[in-house]
């Protein structure tokens, strides 16, 4: 792991500098590259810009790390409200979530109970309820926690990280329940012993879980999306699906609002699902540093607001 990219993602869990950042209106300013507004309005607004593209989009309200039971349940209405919101205005959209943002931290029973009530909404919404894969900490829990789910909803799925060593152990045992997978290359710090240090380790094992992702998406075993700005990889997806027969509208690609948004144009236009996550809230500084650890070169859009004033 670059030093850059360590440095941003310790910085990311630090919380003086969250309410240092928070104060400053130039890294407020500059965040708007990524999150389109703090209110749900913003969400709304910007999901409807992006479905006159013919690009449908994941909606999701910032939040980690809940400590507080009454808090979790808010969280749980408003994600309840976006969903309401959403279908009013007839957008495709589906939301994702954080387990420790609806209690995890408090208990597994807690996450359960708001999840299961959340997965009820959406299904009522003819919605996906997508859960985020976080810190290798809540993997295990989290995987548990995808599996009561799965029981009783179909419209639930789940991410896995091609960082960690686990993830085709994982990706093995998750076949057996028909799940909804999105692949991701993992956003955490997380330690040599755990998960490849090299990009090209990272990189060569989502290849491999694309595979086996590719195949389970032809024969109708799994639903599959691939979270990636990866023009490279993207086209190796392709290429793939397209000898081993997997046709187009087996999977779909899921891209962060604001990065690579020509990618995500030209991949609508030419016939590939292409979703986009909209972020939205206050909580932004967490999910933001790790934005900035993903490509380092974007803190330069932070000087250069800071010189704007
Ligand atoms: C829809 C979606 C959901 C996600 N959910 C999770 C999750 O639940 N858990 C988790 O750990 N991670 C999640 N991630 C983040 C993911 O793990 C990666 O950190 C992130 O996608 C960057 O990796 P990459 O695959 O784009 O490839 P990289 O190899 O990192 O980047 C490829 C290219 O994409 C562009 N790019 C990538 N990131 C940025 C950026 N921040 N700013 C500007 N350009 C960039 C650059 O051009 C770069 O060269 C999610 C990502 C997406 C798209």
Redesign the pocket.
């Known amino acids: 792991m670059g030093l850059a990219r360590a440095l941003l993602l310790k910085g990311s869990e630090s919380r003086w500098l969250a309410e240092q950042a928070s104060r400053r209106r130039f890294v407020r300013r500059a965040t708007t590259r990524f999150i389109p507004g703090e209110s749900m309005d913003d969400a709304l607004g910007a999901a409807s810009s992006l479905a006159e593209k013919g690009i449908t989009t ?1 909606l999701t309200l910032l939040g980690e790390n809940v400590v507080d039971r009454e808090a979790a349940a808010e969280v749980t209405r408003e994600f309840t409200t976006l969903l309401e919101r959403g279908a009013e205005k007839k957008l495709d959209a589906d939301i994702s979530v954080k387990p420790t943002h609806l209690g995890l931290d408090l208990g597994f029973d807690i996450a359960v109970q708001n999840l299961q009530a959340l997965a009820s909404a959406a299904a009522r919404h003819a919605r996906l309820l997508a859960v ?3 810190s290798t900490r809540y993997c295990e829990l989290t995987l548990d926690l995808y599996r009561v789910l799965r029981a009783e909803h179909d419209n639930v799925g789940i ?1 896995l ?1 091609s960082y960690l060593f686990r993830t085709d152990a994982d990706l093995e045992a998750l076949l057996t329940v028909a799940p909804m997978i ?1 692949l ?5 710090k997380e330690s040599a012993s755990l998960a490849y240090p090299k ?1 090209g380790d990272v990189d060569a094992s989502y290849l491999r879980l694309s595979d086996t992702l590719l195949e389970a998406a032809r024969d109708g075993a799994a639903r599959v999306a691939f ?4 023009a490279d990889m993207i086209a190796t997806i392709n290429r793939r699906a397209a000898d081993m027969k997997c046709p187009r509208e087996a999977y779909e690609f ?3 609002y604001g ?2 948004r020509d990618l995500q144009a030209r991949l609508a236009e030419t016939g590939y699902r292409m979703r986009v ?1 909209i972020s939205f809230g206050e909580y932004w500084f967490p999910w933001y540093m ?2 900035l650890a ?2 380092p070169a ?1 803190v330069g859009f932070v000087l250069r607001s800071m010189m704007r004033g």
Do not use: P, S, W
């Not at 979270?227 to 990866?230: E, F, I």
């Open positions: 994941i985020d894969m976080e991410c990280q999105r991701v290359k993992g956003a955490y990009k979270g990636t700005h990866d899921q891209m962060l990065i690579e996550l790790r934005r993903e490509r974007n």
